[in-house]
């Protein structure tokens, strides 16, 4: 009955993360690229969709790890639209638990494994990444149960760890593309530092199943991740660009567009605060190195601090060196790294409180009132106030009157983030490309627009512009004299 506690801390977790949703339902750019990917493959009969043409006026093959669509293809429409808001929250649940389960079974008190759960709700990046739908928590839940048991197989050589490594590293193959290749990036790492081939075998021979199992499938998901980073690779400088004013800082910035600069500028500090808990990795190795005999000496417990250290280290250097964006931000590369940090944090409070418990109970205490504190703030100020990445009743307003005009309507989006929701909630065609291939083909508009809007005109057959005017004016995009053929709120739809 005690290990029922196990699930109080989880479920106020999900509190936490899905209450924004009461203020602002429809949060989140990704979720309509989500919901569009799962109606194709409900629409294919639950099966891998062929080209995909209606919505994408340039159009593409699906190119999506399958699981998270297939899955949620069960769902209907409504219902689905109903509950997105809930089920990254619900993933993380589950990755909630499982941080219980490992670090009880390291332990063997609950104690530890309650304070780890504790120390894994409150870190900060996490509930914003889970703040819309996405397959995220899934793949970082995968990948825990990925790597984690590889790591333990190589320790003590049990088959059954080997087992359920291997299964979950294929999973992750057909679930999350960035989660896979920080696995692909550790095991390469950790090939070295255990001096033994056996992690990069390991995901060698799950790649193998994976492209196996989907009959070839995985290698469109390959090519389209790898096309993905080539065209960072080749716009690496605009990645945080204003998509009108390029690097010059528009009037009026949002929360998240002034945050990313300031994680690059003072990396390795700042990346921190997104997960403070990383700081006892480098606790740990103090204490395994000093032989502070208040503390257990365990090699599991070195190994998952390395185990952070390597996503610390790789994540700081992303964020300086902008050249290597196109393979993730770097700070994302921190949640990989979310169990062990809460794991090996629970551990050294526990063991500190037992001999100095005052000098350790405040500090922890501050931590959690600072990491609370700080998703309250980012949750209010980056999800219930926001306008740029919502479906806002202007928009709804909008979208209802392009389903009610003649034929099919040509549009190009201005913010482009608005393209695949436009998709979703109207018959129009949008200029946005239907898989990572086709980003190559839409350069000249995202991430800057770098051709004149009458060139696009005549080059895409497009008949509208739809722009938010707190994102860019008319003037700005040299369309001041055009017809504005209908406005709601911030948006207008100006006929070309």
């Given at each position: 009955?005690?290990?029922?506690l196990?699930?109080?801390i989880?479920?106020l977790s999900?509190?936490?993360?899905?209450?924004?949703?009461?203020?602002?339902?429809?949060f989140?750019?990704?979720?309509w690229t989500?919901?569009?990917e799962?109606?194709h493959?409900?629409?294919?009969?639950h099966?891998?969709?062929?080209?995909?043409k209606?919505?994408?006026i340039?159009?593409?093959?699906?190119?999506?790890?399958?699981?998270?669509?297939?899955?949620?293809?069960?769902?209907?429409?409504?219902?689905?639209?109903k509950?997105?808001?809930?089920v990254?929250?619900?993933?993380?649940?589950?990755?909630?638990?499982?941080v219980?389960?490992?670090s009880y079974q390291?332990?063997g008190n609950i104690?530890i494994?309650?304070?780890?759960?504790?120390?894994y709700?409150l870190?900060?990046i996490?509930?914003i990444?889970n703040?819309?739908l996405?397959?995220?928590s899934?793949?970082?839940f995968?990948?825990?149960?990925?790597?984690?048991?590889?790591?333990?197989?190589?320790?003590?050589?049990?088959?059954?760890?080997?087992?359920?490594?291997f299964?979950f590293?294929?999973?992750l193959?057909?679930?999350?593309?960035?989660?896979?290749q920080?696995?692909l990036?550790?095991?390469?790492?950790?090939t070295?530092?255990?001096?033994?081939?056996?992690?990069?075998?390991s995901?060698?021979?799950?790649?193998l199943a994976?492209?196996i199992?989907?009959?070839g499938?995985?290698l469109?998901?390959?090519?389209?991740?790898l096309?993905?980073?080539?065209?960072?690779?080749?716009?690496?400088?605009?990645?945080?660009?204003?998509q009108i004013?390029?690097?010059?800082?528009?009037?009026?910035?949002?929360?998240?567009?002034?945050?990313?600069?300031?994680?690059?500028?003072?990396?390795?500090?700042?990346?921190?605060?997104?997960?403070?808990w990383?700081?006892?990795?480098f606790?740990?190795?103090y204490i395994?190195?000093?032989q502070?005999?208040?503390?257990?000496?365990?090699?599991?417990f070195?190994?998952?601090?390395?185990?952070?250290?390597?996503?610390?280290?790789?994540?700081?250097?992303?964020?300086?060196i902008?050249?290597?964006?196109?393979i993730?931000?770097?700070?994302?590369?921190?949640?990989m790294?979310?169990v062990p940090?809460s794991?090996?944090?629970a551990?050294i409070?526990?063991y500190?409180f037992?001999?100095?418990?005052?000098?350790t109970?405040?500090?922890?205490?501050?931590l959690?009132?600072c990491n609370f504190?700080l998703?309250?703030f980012?949750q209010?100020k980056?999800?219930?106030?926001?306008k740029?990445?919502?479906l806002?009743?202007?928009?709804?307003?909008?979208?209802?009157?392009?389903?009610?005009?003649?034929?099919?309507?040509?549009?190009?989006c201005i913010?482009?983030?608005?393209?695949?929701?436009t998709?979703y909630?109207?018959?129009?065609?949008?200029?946005?490309?239907?898989?990572?291939?086709g980003?190559?083909?839409?350069?000249?508009?995202?991430?800057?627009?770098?051709?004149?809007?009458l060139?696009?005109k005549?080059?895409?057959?497009?008949?509208?512009?739809?722009l938010?005017?707190s994102?860019?004016?008319?003037k700005?995009?040299?369309l001041?004299?055009?017809k504005i053929?209908?406005?709601s709120?911030d948006?207008?739809?100006?006929?070309?």
């Open positions: 009955m005690t290990h029922l196990s699930i109080v989880p479920l999900f509190s936490l993360q899905s209450y924004p949703r009461f203020f602002n339902r429809y989140g750019v990704d979720v989500r919901l569009l799962i109606e493959v409900r629409k294919a009969g099966k891998i969709p062929s080209r995909i209606k919505g994408f340039i159009d593409g093959y699906f190119d999506y790890p399958i699981i998270f669509p297939w899955v949620f293809s069960f769902f209907s429409k409504n219902f689905l639209l509950i997105q808001g809930f990254s929250p619900f993933f993380d649940v589950l990755q909630n638990i499982l219980y389960v490992i390291l332990t104690t494994a309650l304070i780890s759960q504790l120390t709700s870190i900060p996490i509930p990444e703040s819309y996405t397959p995220r899934l793949g970082y995968n990948f825990t149960l990925a790597f984690y048991p590889l790591m333990i197989f190589h320790i003590n050589h049990n088959f059954g760890y080997l087992l359920v490594g299964l590293s294929t999973i193959f057909l679930v999350h593309r960035f989660a896979l920080s696995l990036f550790i095991s390469i790492f950790f070295f530092v255990d001096k033994s081939p056996f992690y990069i075998l995901f060698f021979f799950s790649f994976a492209t199992i989907t009959k499938y995985y469109q998901v390959l090519r389209g991740h096309y993905n980073i080539f065209f960072w690779v080749k716009n690496y400088k605009f990645r945080f660009a204003h004013y390029g690097n010059a800082k528009p009037k009026k910035q949002d929360l998240i567009v002034k945050i990313y600069p300031l994680l690059s500028t003072l990396s390795p500090l700042l990346i921190i605060s997104t997960n403070i990383i700081l006892s990795a606790v740990y190795l395994y190195v000093s502070i005999p208040e503390f257990p000496k365990n090699i599991i070195l190994k998952m601090s390395i185990w952070i250290l390597f996503f610390y280290v790789i994540g700081s250097i992303i964020l300086k902008k050249k290597l964006i196109p993730g931000e770097g700070q994302r590369y921190l949640e790294a979310s940090a794991i090996l944090s551990i409070f526990y500190s037992q001999k100095w418990a005052i000098p109970t405040i500090p922890f205490a501050l959690v009132i504190s998703i309250l980012l209010i980056g999800i219930i106030k926001d740029n990445r919502s806002t009743t202007d928009l709804k307003t909008m979208y209802t009157y392009i389903n009610k005009l003649p034929g099919i309507p040509r549009i190009l913010p482009h983030q608005i393209t695949t929701m998709i909630h109207t018959k129009a065609d949008v200029l946005v490309n239907a898989d990572n291939k980003l190559m083909e839409i350069m000249n508009i995202y991430p800057i627009l770098k051709d004149p809007i060139k696009l005549q080059k895409y057959n497009l008949n509208y512009v739809l938010r005017e994102f860019a004016s008319l700005d995009i040299k001041q004299k055009s053929q209908f406005r709120g948006t207008v739809l100006v006929r070309l």
